[in-house]
């Protein structure tokens, strides 16, 4: 069991995730039901015996994580398999439940599950896209494929790829920098301060402008301090 803050939510949870399934618990000391479920989810992970890990997210402390799954009440929990999310329940369960729900996660892996991994461990596409021809959703497929679609120069393949799942924080970050490729921005090799600054002046009245600022928010991800300011400083040029 990991406490995951906002700042480390990519590295203990996103990047987890490409080794084995995490479980997210959203959570808050003042939640009565959370305090029933917690210890209830914590025995099934750890049954797993390592086959399923789990990050636990106080919501009162990282509004940041919260607010990216877009929970409206909580307990909330969430499976996550190759930065996707690809399970879910609200409130509080049985346990007989949530262990069906962690069983589910430690399943033997299906071959396009297997066709991923020989994907991430060659950064081949070959293997992804014929994991796609077997489960044309797969997540982590998609996610892979999309990212290495990226930086092979065919940002718009990657977006199409992206639509076919549903909108999570990696999905999020993949697409911005698909527009910002397909646009020829660079972020690795440019000023992202100035190009913030200089599309402050046009967000308001340019969709364009104002979506690549927030590609590039995006981009910089909500453990970066620039990103909080500089939202702040869109809300004030919109409103």
């Not at 025995?43 to 994580?65: F, M, Q, S, Y």
Request: charged share 25%; proline share 7%; with cysteine.
């Amino acid at each position: 069991m990991t406490d995951v803050t906002d700042a480390t939510f990519e590295h203990e949870v996103l990047r987890r995730s490409a080794e084995v399934p995490v479980v997210v618990d959203l959570w808050a000391p003042w939640c009565g039901p959370c305090k029933t479920l917690g210890p209830i989810i914590e025995r099934a992970v750890a049954a797993t015996d390592g086959a399923v890990a789990l990050a636990k997210v106080n919501v009162d402390e990282n509004p940041v994580t919260a607010r990216s799954f877009q929970v409206q009440s909580i307990p909330a929990v969430f499976a996550l398999k190759d930065s996707a999310v690809v399970d879910s329940f609200i409130g509080a369960q049985p346990e007989a439940v949530v262990a069906e729900f962690v069983g589910r996660l430690a399943a033997v892996p299906s071959e396009a599950d297997l066709l991923v991994a020989e994907g991430l461990e060659t950064g081949s596409q070959e293997p992804l896209r014929r994991a796609l021809e077997l489960q044309p959703d797969h997540p982590g497929a998609i996610v892979a494929l999309a990212g290495l679609l990226i930086a092979d120069g065919s940002p718009d393949d990657a977006l199409a790829l992206l639509g076919r799942v549903p909108e999570t924080p990696e999905i999020r970050r993949l697409a911005a920098e698909a527009r910002l490729a397909s646009q020829q921005v660079d972020v690795a090799s440019v000023a992202v301060d100035d190009l913030l600054d200089g599309l402050l002046d046009r967000v308001k009245d340019d969709p364009d402008a104002r979506q690549e600022f927030l590609d590039l928010l995006e981009t910089l991800g909500p453990e970066d301090p620039r990103t909080t300011a500089y939202r702040k400083a869109l809300a004030a040029r919109l409103f």
